[in-house]
């Protein structure tokens, strides 16, 4: 039980690593571009980073291909769900500049399940 409060807390802190990298990154992009696209980028950057900090941090397992493709595909799932999210936030009002906020409410505890699932199998 132990380990795996510490497993979350260490995904916590990756996770808000990684978040605060892509919302920089969105957030310097969107004044040029559609804010899909600034996401996605911003959303490719982090996950460089967030694989490397995942297995050697969070999960403390060895990188494979084996857990970099659960990673990538759990990853891809992620994005599309971040993407929609995104799109229902804006169009429900919320300003471009914020939207990512409820996004990553519902998308973060997502993300968890599915990587946990990915790589430490």
Known sequence: MKEKLLELIR??????TAT???YAVYYVLLPYMDERVALTI?????????YV????????????PRNAGGFALSHGINWSLQVSSLTFFIWMGVPKEWA??????VCVPVNFLMVRFFVKR
């Open 53 to 64: 900090m995942t297995t050697h941090f969070t999960f403390r397992v060895k990188a494979s």
């Open 20 to 22: 605060l990298i892509q």
């Open 100 to 105: 990512p906020i409820p996004m990553y409410m």
């Open 11 to 16: 995904f916590g802190m990756v996770g808000v």
């Open 42 to 50: 911003g959303y490719v950057i982090s996950f460089c980073c967030n």
